[in-house]
Structure formats: structure tokens, C-alpha cells
């Protein structure tokens, strides 16, 4: 079959377009690997390892809108709430969107599922019967080669939005 000259082209613009469409950038598998490693720490309590995915000036705000400035407070909370009401809990999360803010910032969104928890914070309710979901947006920076966070927050989602 002969294809024109304007129609060879189509195509091959076409196929790199599709290929280069779904191409991610290594800093994508990176923080993609982060956001795992969240998890694995909140699932085995290790408020260091949590706390360790953070720049030492990164911040957090939580589901009650406090925040947590350096990873010492964010470490800290994070200890206190899995020695408490999330003790023994399990973190599941999806990334719901991977966006690159020039080349040295990367805004994530998480969409978080935390079950078997104990209790919750005053203030918060869980969305479902044993299941609190949160939005969390972390912001990745890269410094001197490395990417880790400078800002999160996290949103509870009220039990009405789920329905």
C-alpha cells in the first residue's frame, strides 16, 4: 500500500506523539518510589521513615490544618498519631495525577485509604464505616541532585463527598 508524502508524515508524528505521550520522566518513577516508601512507613510505624522523604525545611499540613515546619515536627507527629488512634493501621494510596513544574518541581496527588485504624482526631470522621480518605498533595523539589518534599497537605474527605 503507498501512503503520500503528507500522510507518511501524519503518521510518523502520530506514532512519536503516542510514544512520547505516555513517556515519564525518571523523576516521575522517583517520586512515584517515595510516595511507596510513605506508605511502607506509615504501614510499619516508622515515623523516621516517613519523616525521611522530607527536606529538612519541607512542611506538612495534616487533616486538622496544623503545621508541621521540619522534619523534626513532622517526624514527631507522625510518631504520636501511629503509637495512637492509627496504631496498627494499613495506608493504601493511588496517584491520581503527576505534574512537573519546570525541571526541578514536581507536584503529586495522592489519593489516600487508611484503614483499621483505632480511632480518629477530634474533628475528623471516617468518610466510610472503617475507612478515612484523604487527598494529599505533596510537592517534590529537587536540590543537588536529590528529589524529596517541601510541602504536603492533606484533606480528609467528608463522608457526603464519597457518596
Known amino acids: 500500500m503507498k501512503f ?3 500522510v507518511r508524515v ?3 508524528a502520530a ?3 503516542a510514544s ?16 511507596e516508601r510513605l506508605a511502607q512507613a506509615w504501614n510499619a510505624s516508622d515515623a523516621n521513615g516517613w519523616a525521611a522523604e522530607y527536606w529538612p525545611d519541607g512542611e506538612l499540613t495534616n487533616v ?3 503545621v508541621l515546619a521540619g522534619t523534626d515536627q513532622v ?7 501511629l503509637a495512637g488512634p492509627f496504631r496498627g493501621s494499613h495506608f493504601a494510596f493511588s496517584i ?5 513544574v519546570g525541571t526541578d518541581a514536581v507536584i503529586v496527588d495522592t489519593d489516600i485509604t487508611i484503614t483499621a485504624f483505632r480511632g480518629l482526631p477530634p474533628g475528623i470522621e ?3 464505616t472503617g475507612e478515612l480518605l484523604t487527598r494529599m498533595k505533596h510537592v517534590y523539589e529537587r536540590r543537588r541532585g536529590s528529589w524529596r518534599i517541601v510541602a504536603s497537605q492533606n484533606t480528609a474527605v467528608a463522608a457526603m463527598a464519597a457518596r
Open 126 to 128: 471516617a468518610t466510610r
Open 20 to 35: 512520547s505521550a505516555h513517556a515519564e520522566p525518571p523523576a516521575g518513577h522517583i517520586v512515584r518510589d517515595s510516595v
Open 10 to 12: 501524519w503518521l510518523v
Open 96 to 100: 491520581r495525577n503527576i505534574r512537573f
Open 4 to 6: 503520500s508524502q503528507s
Open 75 to 81: 517526624r514527631d507527629r507522625t510518631a504520636d498519631i
Open 15 to 17: 506514532m512519536l506523539g
Open 64 to 66: 486538622l490544618g496544623t
